[in-house]
């Protein structure tokens, strides 16, 4: 069975600085992996993911997130915090193997400090 | 291209009634997903869905909970005699056909319920 394990529930950072927010997953196939933005009372947007090839993985608003197969992980990371990247980041994994099932981290707040 | 649509967006039912939550997917989309949000917590899978076919429903409560997604028409996800336990968020997602998409999921603003 997939799972998902996102390390701190809050990460606040002052804005300007280095944004990581950490994620592990376990999968016994190889995984497809995601990140997701949620603002507050919106859906859930993609910001990145991981299917195959380079484990460094670009996605919007400048960040990118590496895919590390021996550490199981897939961490989010932003060179520098805008207020705007205030906001809900979940991890997820797919089964690619079908039908695309996906399970979600339990989410990680970010803050940002002017 | 509108994206994934949902409605209503605020639902109020009180104790022992029907809730009924609808999710048209975005256009060219012929596999939809449903998520639960409680407050504080992440998304659970509930259910996913073809067209006429329910392929995954193992994060389905085997009582109360339904979920279809006809030929013709919007995905609809119906809870009856709702319980408090139900408020959440209800979100939607939709994706190709295509595996080319490699299970990236396009979501709707959800459905927020609450049970009173």
């Known amino acids: 069975a997939q799972s998902v394990t996102q390390l701190g529930s809050h990460v606040s950072v002052s804005e300007g600085a280095l944004v990581l927010l950490r994620c592990n997953y376990s999968s016994s196939v190889p995984p497809y992996l995601f990140w997701y933005v949620q603002y507050p009372n919106q859906g859930l947007q993609l910001l990145l993911k991981y299917t195959t090839g380079a484990t460094l993985v670009k996605g919007i608003n400048g960040f990118e997130a590496e895919f590390k197969k021996s550490e199981t992980s897939f961490h989010l990371t932003k060179p520098s915090a805008h207020m705007s990247d205030a906001a809900e980041y979940f991890c997820?994994?797919?089964?690619?193997?079908?039908?695309?099932?996906?399970?979600f981290g339990a989410g990680t707040r970010l803050f940002v400090k002017a | 291209n509108a994206g994934v649509m949902q409605n209503p967006r605020h639902l109020v039912r009180r104790r022992g009634q029907e809730a009924r939550l609808r999710c048209s997917p975005m256009k060219g989309h012929s596999h939809v997903y449903w998520y639960r949000q409680l407050p504080e917590e992440g998304l659970k899978f509930m259910v996913y869905?073809?067209?006429?076919?329910?392929?995954?429903e193992s994060g389905m409560p085997k009582e109360r909970f339904s979920a279809e997604f006809p030929k013709e028409g919007p995905s609809i996800l119906r809870i009856q005699q709702v319980v408090r336990g139900d408020s959440a968020a209800y979100f939607c997602a939709s994706s190709p056909t295509s595996s080319g998409s490699a299970g990236e999921q396009y979501f709707g603003p959800g459905t927020r319920l609450t049970v009173t």
């Open positions: 997820a994994v797919s089964d690619r193997g079908g039908g695309f099932k996906t399970i």
């Open positions: 869905l073809q067209k006429e076919n329910i392929i995954d």
